[in-house]
């Protein structure tokens, strides 16, 4: 079965410094990554996905994360954080070969900017 | 723009009664999900149903039951509650242009505290 390794529970940065959140994943064939972001009192929302194709993505607001199949990695990066960027941040991952359905998460990251 | 509504927002209840989470989705969404969040854990899948008419087990289902009642809602329930099943439950849709089937978008949480 599928899991993921947040690596950091809590991650501390002052603002317009970069920031780096961990990921990892146990292995499969293929995989399915996704970079969700929670707001207190707030549902989540999806961030950026890997699906295929060029391993580095984007999001519309600054994040970026690659993947990296070697080391079954998929960490989301800032070069410059915003206060508002302050929310907890999960990893997830699921399998194509069964629909991608089961989207497992990670434990999540809270990342506090000050 | 509602996205995905549910209800109640906060419940408490006793070990042992009974109650429906309520969940309507207005995008036209095929899929729809039901996760738990409990402190440390991150999300946990408890059932999802890939299109109406079909409801699948997730990694926690055990004390809980699902009913896709049409496309637009799909219901939790639990019959016996119990103190572990004290979390934030969230529903959650995604539509059919979403090849990966990821969910997509989310509702705002039920907290549910079980005494």
């Known amino acids: 079965a599928q899991s993921v390794t947040q690596l950091d529970s809590q991650v501390p940065v002052f603002e317009e410094a970069p920031v780096e959140l961990r990921c990892n994943y146990s292995s499969s064939v293929s995989v399915y990554l996704f970079w969700y972001v929670q707001y207190p009192n707030q549902g989540l929302q999806l961030l950026l996905k890997y699906l295929s194709g060029s391993t580095l993505v984007e999001s519309i607001n600054g994040f970026e994360a690659e993947f990296n199949k070697s080391q079954t990695s998929f960490h989301l990066r800032k070069p410059s954080v915003h206060i508002s960027d302050t929310a907890e941040y999960f990893c997830?991952?699921?399998?194509?070969?069964?629909?991608?359905?089961?989207?497992?998460f990670g434990a999540g990251t809270r990342l506090f900017v000050k | 723009n509602a996205g995905v509504t549910q209800t109640p927002k906060f419940q408490v209840l006793k070990t042992g009664q009974s109650m429906t989470l309520q969940c309507a989705q207005d995008m036209n969404h095929n899929s729809m999900y039901w996760y738990r969040q409990d402190p440390g854990m991150g999300l946990r899948l408890i059932y999802y149903?890939?299109?109406?008419?079909?409801?699948d087990k997730g990694e926690v289902p055990n004390g809980y039951n699902v009913s896709r009642l049409n496309k637009r809602e799909f219901s939790l329930r639990l019959e016996s509650a119990a103190p572990s099943q004290t979390s934030v439950y969230f529903c959650?849709?995604?539509?059919?242009?979403?090849?990966?089937?990821?969910?997509?978008?989310f509702g705002d949480g039920t907290r549910l505290s079980i005494l």
């Open positions: 149903s890939a299109s109406e008419g079909t409801t």
């Open positions: 997830a991952v699921s399998d194509p070969g069964t629909g991608g359905f089961k989207t497992i």
């Open positions: 959650a849709s995604s539509g059919p242009s979403i090849i990966s089937n990821q969910p997509q978008h």
